[in-house]
C-alpha cells in the first residue's frame, strides 16, 4: 500500500475530490458552509486544486458569483469547470460559464452568440475543451462545442448535409488527436411515420 495524505480544507465543512492528474495534481469541489438563500439544501460549492507538497488547497474562485466546479484537467495543470456569473442585468437568469483554468487565473470560455450558460466535459493534452452550450433566443436546447485557440466552434455545424443525423445532443469526451465521442439523434423512414433514434458518434474535425 503506498503513503497516505490528507489534503486538509481550505475553511468550510467538507471537500469532494473529483479528478487527479498523472501528476498528482487534484482537483475538486469544498462546501463553503454558506446557503443560497433560507430554503437551500445543498449550500455554495466552489472548486479547489491542490498539488503535490501543498499545504493547504486552493480555491478557484468564481466568475463573479458564489459557485464553482471542475469537469476535468490535464497533464499540463489546466483545469476545466463552470462557474456562476453575477444575475444577467436585463433578464436577471442566473449565468454559469465554462471556464480554463491555468496558472492561477481563471479565463471565462463563454457561450455561443447570446447564449447564458455553458459548460465544459473535457480537455486534453493539446488543451482543446468540449462541452456545450446554449444559444440566443427561444432555442433554449444546448449545441455540443469545441473550445481552441481561443474560439468557441458549434459542432452541430458538422454534420455533414444529406444523412439521416438531425443534430447532435453533447460532446461527452476529447482524445490526444482531437478526436471527439459524444451523442446525437438520427432519423429513418417507417411506414407511415418517421421515426427517431438516440446513436453515439465519433467525430475529428478537421
Known sequence: PGAR???????????????????????????TGEKHNATDTIG??????????????????T?????????????SGQ????????????????????????KGKMQDLGTLPGGHRSRPCAINSAGQIIGYSDLKGSDTSSHPVLWEHGQIKDLSVLI???T????LDGAAGINDQGQIVG????????????????????????
Open 183 to 206: 451523442d446525437g439523434v438520427v432519423s429513418y423512414d417507417e411506414p407511415k411515420k418517421e421515426t427517431y433514434q438516440s446513436h453515439a458518434y465519433l467525430l475529428t474535425p478537421r
Open 5 to 31: 495524505c490528507d489534503l486538509g480544507v481550505i475553511g468550510g465543512p467538507k471537500i469532494n475530490p473529483l479528478f487527479i492528474n498523472d501528476n498528482g495534481m487534484t482537483v475538486g469541489t469544498w462546501d
Open 164 to 167: 439521416q443525423w438531425v443534430g
Open 63 to 75: 466568475l463573479g458569483g458564489r459557485d464553482s466546479a471542475p469537469a476535468g484537467l490535464n497533464n
Open 160 to 162: 455533414p448535409k444529406g
Open 79 to 102: 483545469v476545466v469547470g463552470d462557474a456562476m456569473l453575477t444575475d444577467d442585468p436585463v433578464t436577471h437568469m442566473w449565468r454559469d460559464h465554462a471556464f480554463l483554468w491555468g
Open 44 to 61: 455554495v460549492r466552489r472548486a479547489f486544486v491542490w498539488h503535490r507538497g501543498d499545504k493547504k488547497l486552493t480555491d478557484l474562485g
